[in-house]
């Protein structure tokens, strides 16, 4: 099984230039997640959707945008990208948003804002 | 919501036991506590959970007072894969994963 793919894994782009993040996983899972982690600090929750067709914000949801396409994709948009989201991104599923359900993550998304 | 402290990092050598402890003294009575590691470059995984008392699988253990203000996480005789970072997490919903505990093993 692939669990939760991401794509591009890694990716440059230029100040103000709009990306959209890729995941999906095939474990039938509720409910995914998008995190950010810059270098030598823990993840941070950027958006969440606890079930198909809801979305809800994390920690730090500002600069972004998400998109729960189905029951498998959960998209991450940066419409103008900005040096401080620099970072590398996480995709994560689980069967429901508990605490007490394993999240299964990507391999991540190394994303270069110049 | 229910916030954790943890050791920034620690050090040990091959072949000794480890012991990471999570102080969460506002924990709530239905909150669990799960632990998850994560390699460089890679994402977290899940390693183990409990709600109280004493957890074991093939990877850790987990001990948990009858308080439950803290959890100590277990690693028997480390080795050098067993370099990672070390995530607490407490709730039932908060998906925080705070700086968590960095764990070198030496040889």
Redesign the interface.
């Known amino acids: 099984n692939a669990g ?1 793919t991401q794509t591009p894994k890694f990716q440059v782009l230029k100040t103000g230039q709009s990306m959209t993040l890729q995941c999906a996983q095939d474990m039938n899972h509720n409910s995914m ?1 998008w ?1 950010r982690q810059d270098p030598g ?5 950027i958006y ?1 959707s606890a079930s198909e067709g809801t979305t809800d914000k ?2 730090v949801p500002n600069g972004y945008n998400v998109s729960r396409l189905n029951k498998r994709e959960f998209s991450l948009r940066l419409e103008s990208a900005a040096p401080s989201q620099t970072s590398v991104y ?1 995709c ?1 599923s689980s069967a429901n ?4 359900q ?7 998304t190394r994303l270069s804002i110049l | 919501l229910a916030k954790t402290t943890q050791p920034i990092s620690m050090d040990s050598y091959e072949g000794q036991e480890v012991n990471i402890t999570c102080s969460h003294n506002n924990i709530a009575t239905n909150d669990y506590i799960t632990w998850y590691q994560q390699f460089p470059s890679q994402g977290p995984r899940f390693i183990i959970q409990g709600y109280k008392t004493k957890v074991t699988n093939e990877v850790a253990s987990l001990f948990i007072p009858a308080d439950r203000k803290s959890s100590t996480l277990s690693l028997p005789r480390v080795s050098l894969s067993d370099t990672a970072v070390y995530y607490c997490l407490v709730g039932v919903s908060d998906m925080r994963f705070g700086a968590g505990t960095r764990l070198t093993v030496k040889p």
């Open positions: 939760v997640y995190y600090m823990g993840l941070r929750l969440y994390g920690e996480f994560a948003h508990r605490v007490d394993p999240q299964h993550f990507g391999d991540g």
